[in-house]
T-cell receptor, first 113, second 116 residues
Framework: QKEVEQDPGPLSVPEGAIVSLNCTYS??????FMWYRQYSRKGPELLMY????GNKEDGRFTAQVDKSSKYISLFIRDSQPSDSATYLC?????????????FGTGTRLTIIP | GAVVSQHPSRVICKSGTSVKIECRSL??????MFWYRQFPKQSLMLMAT?????????EQGVEKDKFLINHASLTLSTLTVTSAHPEDSSFYIC????????????FGPGTRLTVL
């Protein structure tokens, strides 16, 4: 079993819809949870991060973490064609200072105009 | 966020040759950089952790003699793929940590290696 599970998709939704992306994980030591967006043939771009359980909102993006269920989500409101990309969840523990990230496989998202 | 650059962005080489990829931190002194490999439609696989002034730490299954990493300064880490073969063709991406809390990572734009 992988430490982080993410549905690879592909996921296609019409423009303006709310998108829900999810990851589950098995390592209870994970404390920090990140979402990256990766366009084709580009490096991943950090969207947002969350510490422990809770919600965090940034513009059209909302990240949720439920540590009791080991489940994290990213919601995109009013989705735009420019949101079409691969979204990767990533996480690591509470040891600051260069701890490696564990990534999900990524979900390919397409927003249809 | 931190700015990371990579050079070259794309390289095509013959089988058996060596290829060097540079990763530069443009606005931050990174004591640690990470090297990843990504095959088409797959996630990032960590290859090694590069520490300035010391030997890199390689992930299980990654040949350290084939993938040579040098982190000679706080702003430059290099990955050399020695005696490259077609199965080494991949997208190589470096990253650096933010240096704060949390220890998020900022990625370079990647280098696409094609070995003929």
């Amino acid at each position: 079993q992988k430490e982080v599970e993410q549905d690879p998709g592909p996921l296609s939704v019409p423009e303006g819809a709310i998108v829900s992306l999810n990851c589950t994980y098995s390592n209870s030591a994970f404390q920090y949870f990140m979402w990256y967006r990766q366009y084709s043939r580009k490096g991943p771009e950090l969207l947002m991060y969350t510490y422990s359980s809770g919600n965090k909102e940034d513009g059209r993006f909302t990240a949720q973490v439920d540590k009791s269920s080991k489940y994290i989500s990213l919601f995109i409101r009013d989705s735009q064609p420019s949101d079409s990309a691969t979204y990767l969840c990533a996480m690591n523990g509470a040891n600051f200072g260069n701890e490696k990230l564990t990534f999900g496989t990524g979900t390919r998202l397409t927003i249809i105009p | 966020g931190a700015v990371v650059s990579q050079h070259p962005s794309r390289v095509i080489c013959k089988s058996g040759t060596s290829v060097k990829i540079e990763c530069r931190s443009l606005d931050f002194q990174a004591t640690t950089m990470f090297w990843y490999r990504q095959f088409p439609k797959q996630s990032l696989m960590l290859m090694a952790t590069s520490n300035e002034g010391s030997k890199a730490t390689y992930e299980q299954g990654v040949e350290k003699d084939k993938f040579l990493i040098n982190h000679a300064s706080l702003t430059l880490s290099t990955l050399t793929v020695t005696s490259a073969h077609p199965e080494d063709s991949s997208f190589y991406i470096c990253s650096q940590t933010s240096g704060g809390a949390p220890d998020t990572q900022y990625f370079g734009p990647g280098t696409r290696l094609t070995v003929l």
